[in-house]
């Protein structure tokens, strides 16, 4: 097997600071001296989803053989309908059957679902245990399992019940990327994607030159991407935790739209990362309409969407004015205005609330079109 570096960084908060560490082969490396020590107590939860716990529960479980610790798996059906009130209940009472104490622990095994669930029931149970990140999908890796937020949805609406809650660590191992479906694969670049655009030059080059091995899996290239998503994201939760200052917020570009897209497709037609992505190119063209993005830039973002077979049109039948009003009832509305994440340059974000809906619905019909 090609030889990964393990990459490591903190995400400084203080007394809540935490690392993230990321390689291949990290649950085998010398009797788990990888992720044991960052599990404090000796009795814990593994929270994980049907799928991960056929394919890579078993490694996970290994780690804790032989040793002092009790570990109980706790495993819930696939798919965003289970991040809910229901699933969340259960699971306290299972934690508790399992005899988890203020002392205990909760691993989040699993993509964004079993993260932001299993990060609230961390969160809350006996007023908040100890909380570890294993990711296993892209997405969650990039994006979800850092930085606190978790939460669970309500039937009116996505992650209306959460908190904030730092992890004591969160370790992603890109090997588990290899059972990963290639659509889940995609959503999860369109996370990189929004990453480089926020970063700037450096990160949209390595993209440009490695898009291949990216898209081959190349385990040293993918730990690389990892790194670059992951310190992107440690910065602005370290400037922002709590989401007040308008730095994290920036992370949400291409959300609002990415956001709507989702809701229109009532949460089942169309992956987050994938939204995000058209929600990119929708930025982008709205970032020319409204005369702070130049052409060349817009032309070499598209290009990039491309290289990763993300150069979506937005289908035909969704329509700007049902958008529109499902933007409007975004959580990011503020005093009636509509606060959007724009691009200056590659690499130069910033908050908007200047936008009419006129320039909104031109930027909108433009992402129809084939790129
Ligand atoms: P997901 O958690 O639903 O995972 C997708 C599917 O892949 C699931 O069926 C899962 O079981 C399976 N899977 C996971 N790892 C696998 C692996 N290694 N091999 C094979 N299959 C695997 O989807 P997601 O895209 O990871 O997460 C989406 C969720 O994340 C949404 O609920 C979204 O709201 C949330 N989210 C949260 C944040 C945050 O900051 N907390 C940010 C972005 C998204
Ligand atoms: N996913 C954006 C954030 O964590 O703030």
């Not at 400084?12 to 600071?17: C, E, N, Q, R, T």
């Not at 058209?278 to 290009?303: C, K, P």
């Not at 959007?340 to 936008?355: D, H, S």
């Amino acid at each position: 097997m090609k030889s990964v570096n393990i990459h490591k960084l903190t995400v400084s908060l203080g007394a809540k600071s935490y690392p993230v560490i990321i390689g291949s082969g990290l649950i085998k490396r010398n009797e788990g001296e990888v992720h044991l020590p960052h599990f404090k107590g000796r009795q814990g939860v593994i929270i994980t989803s049907e799928t991960v716990a056929g394919l890579h529960l078993d490694r996970l479980q290994d780690l804790f053989a032989g040793t002092e610790y009790k570990v109980t798996p706790i495993v819930i059906a696939d798919g965003e309908q289970y991040k809910s009130q229901e699933t969340l209940f259960s699971l306290y009472q299972q934690m508790y059957d399992a005899g988890l104490q203020r002392d205990g622990f909760v691993c989040a095994f699993g993509g964004g679902v079993i993260g932001d669930l299993a990060g609230f029931a961390a969160a809350t149970y006996m007023r908040g245990i100890d909380l570890l990140q294993v990711p296993t999908t892209l997405l969650a890796q990039v994006d979800s399992a850092i930085g606190g937020k978790n939460g669970i949805n309500l039937p009116v609406g996505k992650n209306l019940v959460g908190s904030f809650y730092q992890p004591r660590a969160v370790i992603s191992d890109v090997d588990f990327l290899e059972t990963l479906p290639e659509d889940e694969f995609f959503s999860g670049m369109g996370e990189v994607l929004k990453y480089a655009l926020i970063a700037g030059d450096d990160f949209v080059t390595f993209l440009e030159m490695n898009y291949q091995e990216i898209l081959a899996h190349n385990p040293k290239i993918l730990a690389g991407m990892l790194h670059l998503c992951s310190r992107i994201k440690a910065d602005f939760i370290a400037r922002d935790e709590l989401e007040q200052l308008g730095v994290r917020a920036i992370l949400n570009l291409g959300h609002t739209l990415g956001h709507a897209l989702e809701k229109a497709y009532a949460y089942t037609g169309i992956k987050h990362g994938v939204a995000v992505a058209m929600g990119l190119v929708f930025t982008a063209y709205l970032s020319v309409e409204t005369g702070s993005l130049s052409d060349d830039e817009l032309q070499r973002i598209l290009g990039l969407l491309q290289l990763f077979k993300m150069g979506l049109s937005v289908p035909a039948e969704v329509q700007g004015e049902e958008l529109l009003a499902i933007m409007a009832r975004d959580k990011k509305v503020a005093a009636d205005s509509l606060k959007m994440v724009l691009l200056r340059n590659i690499g130069q974000p910033f908050l908007c609330t200047e936008i009419s809906p006129d320039q909104m619905l031109a930027a909108f019909e433009k992402c129809k079109q084939p790129l």
